[in-house]
């Protein structure tokens, strides 16, 4: 049986038939794992593909998955998509739930990406998908599957999660239910009172009847709350004024360093980390910039001017 995988990638990347064989092999392993922190506490385990790897990687979602189609329901990594648009979704519903998946890139397998491939009729034989998973899939415990850290991982898995994000978006609009899925985050939001156990139900049924991948939910991260409460989806707070707002908190946060910055200076580092939350805050909130240059006037090193004295575009 030919594999023209192989032929493909040899030309795009001008190798040999042993440097393609080599980087097909040890892709499942040239990963460099490491730390980061949790907002909520703890950390979160990353694994990065090796440079080579992720090349690899890039021209699989090229080639193969962005022919596939994502759910608008997905919000997560697609372009026009955000954590505001996500949580922009829900501004005007009162009940509120929050679902999320366990170990979520984890459990979808490389037999799970095949049989998806196979049924969307990607004409790939069995040795191209043997090739095309190890370049996708990192050897977690006695399988393969896909890893936090990998650029492919988000696209392959909202593709995988199509029909999953169609039952319940379809069952969500037929009870007057706002969906939406950030990677491993799912949020619910109604006018109705008492809906929570009943979307849970339908989810954990939906999840149950797919052959593919096998998900599970983390029961004890399920939060439900209502309008009279600053709900926080995907970190962007939705106000009792039906607006959109990053919390108090950060606000302060972000007050306190321009002060730091005015007396005595930041570092560089420092002060490319305050420029960047001015930023998100400024796309979350607009006129948050405004509010600041009346507070503090224009401060050397940051970026708080005001769009009219911006360069125009050309």
Not at 87 to 95: L, W
Not at 280 to 306: D, Q, S
Request: aromatic share 8%; hydrophobic share 35%.
């Amino acid at each position: 049986m030919e594999n023209k995988l192989r032929e493909i990638i040899k030309k795009q990347f001008a190798l040999s038939d042993t440097e393609v064989a080599i980087l097909i092999s040890r892709a499942p392993v040239s990963y460099k794992g490491y730390r980061i922190k949790k907002k909520n506490g703890g950390h979160r385990k990353i694994h990065q593909p090796a440079r080579e790897i992720k090349a690899l990687q890039r021209w699989a979602l090229d080639a193969v998955f962005s022919k596939l189609k994502v759910h608008p329901s997905s919000t997560a990594y697609e372009p026009g998509s955000s954590i505001k648009e996500n949580a922009n979704r829900h501004v005007n519903n009162d009940y509120f739930i929050k679902l999320d998946f366990k170990d979520f890139f984890h459990s979808i397998k490389s037999e799970d990406i095949v049989q998806f491939l196979s049924d969307k009729g990607i004409k790939l034989n069995s040795k191209d998908l043997t090739d095309l998973v190890r370049i996708l899939c990192i050897k977690h415990e006695d399988s393969l599957c896909l890893s936090i850290g990998a650029p492919s991982s988000p696209k392959v898995s909202n593709v995988i999660l199509y029909d999953f994000d169609e039952k319940v978006t379809s069952w969500c609009n037929e009870n007057n239910v706002t969906y939406t899925r950030y990677a491993d985050d799912l949020t619910f939001s109604t006018k109705q009172k008492n809906m929570g156990h009943l979307i849970e139900e339908r989810i954990l049924k939906i999840i149950y009847d797919m052959n593919y991948p096998k998900l599970e939910l983390n029961i004890s991260k399920r939060v439900s709350v209502s309008k009279k409460d600053w709900v926080s989806i995907t970190g962007v707070t939705i106000t009792c004024q039906k607006t959109l707002s990053v919390g108090r908190r950060r606000k302060r946060f972000v007050k306190s360093m321009i002060y730091k910055h005015m007396s005595e200076g930041l570092k560089q580092h420092n002060l490319s980390e305050l420029n960047g939350l001015i930023a998100f805050i400024e796309h979350i909130e607009p006129g948050f910039k405004r509010k600041m240059i009346e507070k503090y006037g224009n401060v050397a090193g940051l970026n708080l001017k005001k769009e009219s004295d911006e360069d125009p575009e050309i």
